[in-house]
């Protein structure tokens, strides 16, 4: 009996508490048994999260839908051009109806969205988050009840039909299936819309939902940005929880969750624009898909951010991506929408848009992502960087990646989307190798990524610990896993410093490598400590990065960037392949890259055994199989991608290969332009007790931990100096004087 359940359940694509409960609705059959168990969860929630808000009456989704049924904004507020290809009484779908009456009041359109919601067939919702359209229902009848009348018995099915959906959603949430940056995000999202539209909330249902939800707004609120991608937050996740959110902030009376979810909306919608690179792509981040061509999906969120937020910086972003897609900047089955999202009052006032940051680091203390630009014009300088725990399965293992972007991508993310199982993304594409980042190789070390699927792949990287799936059931669950293992652990940001001159990170990325804090070797580690510091200089434009590795045992410290074509560097011996596709080294300490109309020069100050240039075909996702450093002994995973794939990839890499020994300074130098190769050379000079100088053009970096004295301060004389790494209370972490007296 018990498996014929589960076969049932599995046929429909339900859990067995969603089987059991469907069954029971069908047959009529009330069970107090099954109801405790589908409703009553057994998470860990703060108390806050058990005090139910208080719904407001009438439309409670979206605020412009209520000012449109309102009459407080008509269809004559929209500028005509943009209505004629927005408008929603072209589509034939539930969706278009609802819209065309809500903005035309047309009695046509409002009687057949009726009929549209009385018909509607629902499709109950899965632990990944699909196929659930209760969302839609809820939508369509909290815009359509202002406009027209509905009998007792038809409230009664329209209100038993939202209650079924709201019912499989809280019973999927109360399993542990769904994972919260993941399915449980879209299935809360979407649960918390469905009750909006009821039109008596039962407190006890009100209390089962409401912790959810709040789990999910701390969740959002920790990391700021998806861990996932920003393709799978837009495909799957984004719409729906900037419309839960915009129905908590208009449909409950004021209380301090207000506050707290407005923050989070500017900070999501903030993310959007510093994430999106001067050639109006999204930088990638995780298992990135197409849609971070900014395409179909972003716009409609971006403009429910802007209605909330009443921010000009999001009209603003909303106008650039239209004029670059046009109409395709919402896809044709959301254009129902725009006339609803769309914050036409706004737009016409043309308020003054805050500046935007020019650095902005999103969950500093979780995710750690942060963008750093020169400026905002086209021909901007713009970079990204890493340092955090991990979150979700679809995140990768990417502790201390930089990219570096000028007219055209120059240090880039290599990695590439493809099959989830495929030898490409589990064996390259997820792993440090495929990243701007560090490797520490221990010979013969084994990776393992919990299950039985080559473990000799040893690419010196960081630990892998969920490729295929994530089990974060809710914000507690997250810091009890983080806390009890290992799983979780990641780099962690330490210092950061914005100014008008310059931009700093410091990250500790220990805890994302075997280490002596945890080794899943069970050999006590391969390294001690490993921080990486971030500075931009936006005057001189010049990215510095400087890595300090305590290794064990002296083992192999690689320092990797990848490159879209091959780098140039003098003196090149083949090791493996030929010189076009191959394995090349280079005794030489300068790199220079062309993409385009963009160059690079990468200049290296430490002590190292080579270069090595890895890439071309056959070539271009090598991974070593054995451990040995010699990097000979290796295969090129490109199975599960296809021949386009491997044509948008990556071609090359260029790992810098550091000196065995145990204490370890590397400092890259980048310098980028639009019109040549830069040819300056970096002034190093020491100082005190190991620390050194660094002179760029008209100012002089020093990294130390404490402020300069007189004597220190003297040497640097008639100076523009900059001190990073402070660590001292009441300061930020650089100091910058000009003139040094």
């Known amino acids: ?124 919702p899965n632990a990944a988050g699909h196929y659930a359209n209760g969302w839609r229902l809820a939508f369509a009848y909290d815009a359509l009840k202002p406009l027209t009348s509905f009998s007792v018995q038809e409230k009664k099915i329209i209100n038993n039909n939202i209650m079924l959906a709201l019912k499989h959603y809280l019973i999927l949430l109360n399993g542990s299936e769904a994972s919260m940056w993941h399915g449980r995000t879209t299935l809360t999202a979407q649960m918390w819309i469905t009750l909006l539209a009821l039109d008596d909330v039962d407190e006890s249902m009100m209390a089962y939902v409401t912790p959810h939800f709040y789990s999910m707004v701390d969740a959002l609120t920790m990391t700021q940005a998806w861990p996932e991608g920003y393709n799978y937050w837009i495909n799957s996740r984004a719409f729906y929880v900037v419309l839960a959110l915009s129905g908590y902030l208009n449909g409950t009376e004021y209380d301090h969750w ?77 254009r129902w929408g725009w006339s609803l999202f769309y914050p036409v009052k706004l737009a016409a006032e043309k308020l003054t848009a805050a500046p935007l940051a020019k650095m902005d680091v999103f969950g500093k203390d979780y995710l750690g992502q942060s963008y750093i630009r020169q400026n905002w014009l086209d021909s901007t300088t713009f970079m990204s960087f890493r340092a955090g725990s991990s979150f979700a399965h679809h995140g990768h293992y990417d502790n201390g990646h930089i990219t570096l972007f000028k007219g055209m991508p120059l240090l880039v993310n290599g990695s590439i989307p493809g099959e989830y199982f495929g030898d490409n993304r589990l064996n390259y594409g997820i792993r440090t190798i495929a990243k701007n980042s560090l490797l520490i190789q221990r010979k013969n070390e084994i990776v393992d990524i919990g299950f039985a699927y080559r473990n000799d792949v040893a690419d010196g990287g960081q630990r892998i610990t969920m490729p295929l799936g994530s089990a974060i059931t809710t914000v507690n669950d997250w810091y009890e896993k983080k806390s009890q293992s290992p799983v979780l652990a990641g780099g962690t940001i330490l210092l950061t410093d914005n100014k008008a001159e310059y ?37 001189q434009d010049i990215l510095l990065i400087r890595d300090q590795v305590y290794s064990k045992d002296e083992n192999q410290v690689k320092v990797v960037f990848h490159t879209t074509n091959k780098p140039i560097v003098t003196d090149e011996k083949v090791l493996k392949g ?65 021949r386009i794939q491997i044509a948008k990839a990556a071609k090359w890499r260029f790992e810098i290969n550091a000196l065995r020994k145990e204490k370890q300074e590397i400092i890259t130098v980048h310098r980028p332009s639009l019109t040549h190769y830069r040819e300056n050379y970096t002034q190093v000079k020491p100082l005190f007790n190991g620390v050194k100088s660094y002179r760029f053009e008209d100012v002089v970096v020093v990294f130390t931990e404490k402020e300069l004295n007189k004597l220190q301060l003297k040497q640097l004389s008639k100076t523009n100096l900059l001190i990073c790494g402070l660590k001292q209370e009441k300061t930020s972490a650089c100091q910058y004087i000009e003139g040094v007296p």
């Open 1 to 124: 009996m018990v498996l014929s359940i589960v076969v049932l359940a599995k046929h429909f694509d339900l859990t067995i508490g969603q089987f059991l409960y469907r069954v029971s609705d069908k047959l009529g059959v009330k069970s107090s048994l099954i109801e405790q168990s589908a409703f009553t969860n057994n998470f860990n929630f703060p108390i806050d999260y058990r005090i139910n808000p208080q719904l407001t009456p009438g439309v409670r989704i979206l605020a412009q839908v209520k000012q449109l049924t309102a009459n407080e904004l008509s269809e004559a507020d929209f500028p005509a051009d943009k209505l004629k290809s927005y408008h929603p009484c072209r589509g034939k779908q539930l969706l278009f109806y609802v819209a065309c009456g809500v903005l035309t009041k047309e009695a046509k359109a409002i009687e057949q969205a009726k009929k549209e919601i009385l018909s509607f067939k629902l499709l109950l």
């Open 258 to 334: 207000h506050d707290k979810i407005m923050t989070l909306m500017n900070k999501i919608g903030h993310w959007h624009i510093q994430a999106t690179r001067p050639d109006w792509t999204i930088e990638p981040l995780g298992d990135e898909g197409p849609r971070i061509d900014l395409k179909d999906e972003s716009r409609r969120v971006i403009d429910i951010i802007a209605q909330v937020t009443q921010k000009q910086e999001f009209i603003d972003y909303s106008k650039a991506i239209e004029k670059r897609h046009g109409i395709q900047s919402y896809y044709t089955d959301y």
């Open 503 to 539: 931009s700093y990170i410091k990250a500790d990325l220990t805890k994302a490598y075997n280490s002596t804090w945890y080794d899943d070797n069970q050999k006590q580690g391969k390294l001690e400590r490993v921080e990486r510091e971030v500075l931009y200089l936006r005057a």
């Open 578 to 642: 030929n010189p076009e596709s191959g394995i090349i080294t280079s005794q030489n300490k300068r790199v220079k890259i062309k993409n385009g109309n963009a160059y690079l020069t990468s200049e290296i100050i430490a002590d190292i055994n080579d270069i090595r240039l890895i890439g071309g075909e056959g070539y271009q996702f090598y991974v070593e199989v054995d451990g040995d450093d010699s990097v000979l002994n290796g295969e090129n995973f490109d199975q599960g991608l296809t």
